[in-house]
T-cell receptor, first 114, second 114 residues
Framework: DQQVKQNSPSLSVQEGRISILNCDYT??????FLWYKKYPAEGPTFLIS?????DKNEDGRFTVFLNKSAKHLSLHIVPSQPGDSAVYFC?????????????FGKGTKLSVIP | ETGVTQSPTHLIKTRGQQVTLRCSSQ?????VSWYQQALGQGPQFIFQ???????GRGNFPPRFSGLQFPNYSSELNVNALELDDSALYLC?????????????FGPGTRLTVL
């Protein structure tokens, strides 16, 4: 069973517009969520995270929103730039589990069109 | 500050062989996690090492084993390779008692099993 789901395999956005990437989770024990960006032939790069005690976290052009009741989070990129074109992974973990393992979604490929 | 490094970059093996992948953690990080990323999937947690001991394991058979050394570098060993083991193997390190659970990834080793 997939505990973290990214239902959109791909997304195309015009440069300068907003990109919204979505992620759903099923395990209510998850209390920490992260977004990673991955370029081809590179490892995932940490982008932004959010704890379950918050509903929003902002870092420059990137904002993550968390809706715990809906078990849904989203990543907003404003304004989108061509360099943002990459695969974005949503990941979740739960504290108290000892190993802090990350559970990933399958990723969404974002293409920002100049 | 040196990031997470992995070797080799690429590897080709035949079914039934054994393979060892290596990872050097980021300076100051004492926890190393290994993930397997199959084509079109998100990374899947294999296991984590903390202070040279296994600290959590995902749903992988015992032929996947690992080590962590006193300098916090790590090895992933896979015995009796199967075709389905073909994947990108990612190593991630994290700081001691990281409250944010952020793991920083290396570039990965691409393993092909023929």
């Amino acid at each position: 069973d997939q505990q973290v789901k990214q239902n959109s395999p791909s997304l195309s956005v015009q440069e300068g517009r907003i990109s919204i990437l979505n992620c759903d989770y099923t395990n209510s024990m998850f209390d920490y969520f992260l977004w990673y960006k991955k370029y081809p032939a590179e490892g995932p790069t940490f982008l932004i995270s959010i704890s379950s005690i918050k509903d929003k976290n902002e870092d420059g052009r990137f904002t993550v929103f968390l809706n715990k009741s809906a078990k849904h989070l989203s990543l907003h990129i404003v304004p989108s730039q061509p360099g943002d074109s990459a695969v974005y992974f949503c990941a979740a973990s739960r504290s108290g589990a000892g190993s802090y393992q990350l559970t990933f979604g399958k990723g969404t490929k974002l293409s920002v069109i100049p | 500050e040196t990031g997470v490094t992995q070797s080799p970059t690429h590897l080709i093996k035949t079914r039934g062989q054994q393979v060892t992948l290596r990872c050097s953690s980021q300076s100051g990080h004492n926890t190393v996690s290994w993930y397997q990323q199959a084509l079109g999937q998100g990374p899947q947690f294999i296991f984590q090492y903390y202070r040279e001991e296994e600290n959590g394991r995902g749903n992988f058979p015992p032929r996947f084993s690992g080590l962590q050394f006193p300098n916090y570098s790590s090895e992933l060993n896979v015995n009796a390779l199967e075709l389905d083991d073909s994947a990108l193997y990612l190593c991630a390190s994290s700081p001691p008692a990281s409250p944010t659970d952020t793991q920083y990834f290396g570039p990965g080793t691409r393993l092909t099993v023929l």
